[in-house]
């Protein structure tokens, strides 16, 4: 298995732009969980899906942002519009119950 | 709500020297996880503890949950260059809640 998969590894946007984060979790993981990674804040939980259903969304920050997963191999974090307090490395991970795998991660930066 | 917390924030040791860090819970916990994240990495997951008391051993590193499961400790024995990096605890306080992430000690092992 290539573990979870994310996609972009780096992207640079300016501000007020849609900035699309994009997750492949591990075949037959039923959670999918999205973590915002800065100095100052830490490891923050934003989103996390239970079999493609939204089950806490209180992390996430504010209208701005939103997730979706479609289907089981597949999740989004959307920014619209973008502001530069979002920079951060944007961490997506899969579990079956125990243990997390996270991706390598979006490192986001908003100009 | 539920909180993590984690002591010392950094920790720089000679290489060869042992190293402890601690986490502690707000709540009584379900089970407790640790991860270690290398510099501009991810974070990997090392290992779960369900059990009061429970102590588990992987290599130079051994973890342990308290009594009451409130806290936890991993310590690492003659610590080597390889062992740099940060290392998460973190909690869950039922089966079904999400996992809560503690700041993270950030260890620097000097050659």
């Known amino acids: 298995d290539a573990g979870v998969i994310q996609s972009p590894r780096h992207e640079v946007t300016e501000m007020g732009q849609e900035v699309t984060l994009r997750c492949k979790p591990i075949?037959?993981?039923?959670?999918l969980f999205w973590y915002r990674q800065t100095m100052m804040r830490g490891l923050e939980l934003l989103i996390y899906?239970?079999?493609?259903?939204?089950?806490?969304d209180s992390g996430m920050p504010e209208d701005r942002f939103s997730a979706k997963m479609p289907n089981a191999s597949f999740s989004t974090l959307k920014i619209q519009p973008s502001e530069p307090r979002d920079s951060a490395v944007y961490f997506c991970?899969?579990?079956?119950?125990?243990?997390?795998?996270f991706g390598s991660g979006t490192r986001l930066t908003v100009v | 709500g539920q909180q993590v917390m984690q002591i010392p924030q950094y920790q720089h040791v000679q290489e060869g020297e042992d190293f402890t860090t601690y986490c502690n819970s707000s709540?009584?916990?379900?089970?407790i996880q640790w991860y270690k994240q290398r510099p501009g990495g991810h974070p990997v997951f090392l290992i779960q503890?369900?059990?009061?008391?429970e102590v588990k051993k992987q290599k130079r590193l051994t973890f342990q949950f308290g009594e009451a499961k409130k806290n936890s400790s991993l310590h690492i024995t003659a610590t080597q260059t390889t062992d740099v990096g940060t290392y998460f605890c973190?909690?869950?306080?039922?089966?079904?809640?999400?996992?809560?992430f503690g700041p993270g000690t950030s260890l620097s092992v000097i050659p």
């Open positions: 991970a899969s579990s079956l119950g125990s243990g997390y795998t």
């Open positions: 503890l369900v059990k009061s008391g």
């Open positions: 973190a909690g869950v306080k039922t089966s079904y809640d999400k996992v809560i």
């Open positions: 899906f239970n079999n493609n259903v939204p089950i806490d």
């Open positions: 709540t009584t916990l379900s089970n």
């Open positions: 075949s037959g993981h039923d959670y």
